[in-house]
């Protein structure tokens, strides 16, 4: 009991382990990319420094993820929305399954309108990004909710270098100018960052997204004993060109670049406080971090045209407005922590029929309050020299309060889990490790579904869906640097989830649907053969099914089998430094049976820069740079467009980019 107090101390009044406690100086580590050996207890998992994140050319914010092996971002609307994420064999649609934060805030907002686990990254500033972390299945205590096939969390920084001035022009109406810095203030920092941006992209009718974007923070200390309180506001709108039939753009009735409902798209806001402590004494180290959020979505969508309406057409809109208000706790000492994590989403959201934006009918409006509490503990153990491992378990309770306005699908429910995970490191032996990690996880599931019990749109019995469906993840790695200069990982995984999330294209939502197993090998490289050179070469292949048994056949639609990215960096090579990209996106099957399936999509991204003076310098980006005309995303599904007899099943498609230059010129001061 004597050696409990200083812990909940720690948690409860974390001013309490500052006093009295020896006060570290702080440590500064410099380097293009951080080794693994020793730290890492996966050879999925690893830290993206600065110096990597400065170098990644980027077409949109959320793009700055895929510095993680093996994960692809894409678009299939306007700019404005959630971007589409693959990673594991998984279509993660707008970023289920993939845990994502953003100082500490999780940006995946459950039981949303449009998608469960909506993860929209818009309102995140490159420039601001001092670091990333990225961990991949579900096997450390620490991550809860959405991290069954990985968690990427991006840290921003409390002090600017320098401060920085920049302003870009480019093609289809790019224009985007920032101003960040972060002066003395006091005992500490004050930064702040003010981002106008807007694009049309290459559509016939342009997206015109426009965005303000802002962060406020101030903080002192170091990384050993300080603080920060940051504001952050986001607000933009856009028009959307959704994906469209490939019968009309083959027999020549639609553009690749064209739109079938001229008022899709929506608009979007969101603004947030938050505030982080940490600190080391005698007792241990201690972090706590706070959140509130209030967030806003309009959004309007037609996929299918006018199959279910002939006159009016089938556009929707998915309206979505919350609080999130969030607390995550957690002490270390010795080789031990323990963490509690709380949140609570008091939102108001709804599916209506539309025509030009206009609401026309009600399919259901709710009141959602969702509640989430969760407490793990780690352990990590040396057992020898070359043998070492970390257990740890969660236990997870949630509570779903439906208010809906069909009486029938009201109510509460209550669900729980407990979710244990081992990793097991052997080594390091000439540089080199492996790894042994298993462990459980989880999705949750739409608040909406867990208490469903007619459907609103057609008006029949419907089932409930399990509230938190299970993910059971095995995992055998390897990482050497037994080579100078070179950085490499090796993975083999299984993960098998007790229900897989599936995208209802005419309700512009995701459902509980079938149990699935993926199988995998991942091959990560990184390479730096001398001061002014990095590259990083990453292979990715999985093989996604259906676990039970069912006539319309066991492939998974949208999973994606095999993604690779070879990313070369150049500096310090007088005032020239540039970068170059090649993406690889690989063919999906669309539906169970394999009949119909994706084509594969393969992009160059580059850019070359100038330094003019010691703080002026001039960049040039181009995107899909030989021009290839391929898709950023596909499905098949039925539609009907105006004109046809009768509803159509085909391939759906949104397409990349063509191809696009920006020139940036910014200053330091």
Known sequence: MPRLLPIVLCLVLPLACAEGGERLPSVVVSASRTSGIGVSDSASAGVVTLQQLEARTVYRPAELLEVTPGLIVSQHSGEGKANQFYLRGFNLDHGTDLRTTVDGMLVNQRSHGHGQGWTDLNFMIPELAERLDYRKGPYRADQGDFAAAGAVAVQYADELGEGLASVGVGQNGFRRALLANSPHMGAGHLLYALELFHNDGPYTRGDDFNKVNGVLRYSQGDAVNGFNITGMAY?????????????????????????????????SSRYSVS???HGKSAAGASKVEASLVASRLDLYSNFTYFLDDPVNGDQFSQPDRRVTAALNAEHRWGEQRIGLQVQNDDIHNGLYNT?????????????????????????????????????????????????SNLAANSGTRNASRVSPTLSVILGPWQKTELYLNAGRGFHSNDARGTTLRIDPKSGEAADTVTPLARATGLELGMRTEALRGLQSTLSLYRLDVDSELVFVGDAGTTEAGRPSRRTGVEFSNYYKPNRWMTIDADLAFARARFRDSDLAGNRIPGAVEGVGSVALAVDHIGPWFGALQWRYFGPRPLIEDNAVRSGATSTINGRIGYRLSGTLRLELEGFNLANRRAAAIDYFYTSRLAGEAAPVEDIHFHPIESRSFRLTLSSTF
Do not use: C, M
Request: hydrophobic share 35%; net charge positive; glycine share 12%.
């Open 235 to 267: 607000k933009a709108s856009w028009n959307a060109t959704d994906q469209i039939p490939l019968r009309a753009v083959g027999d020549g009735r639609l553009g690749r670049f064209d739109g079938v409902d001229g008022t899709d798209g929506g608009k």
């Open 275 to 277: 505030g982080g402590w």
């Open 355 to 403: 025509v030009a934006r206009r609401r026309l009918s009600t399919t259901r409006e709710d009141h959602i309050v969702e509640t989430s509490a969760a407490l793990f503990y780690e352990r990590e153990s040396r057992w020898t020299p070359y043998l070492r491992s970390v257990a740890g378990v969660r236990a997870d309770a949630y509570r779903f309060d439906v208010d």
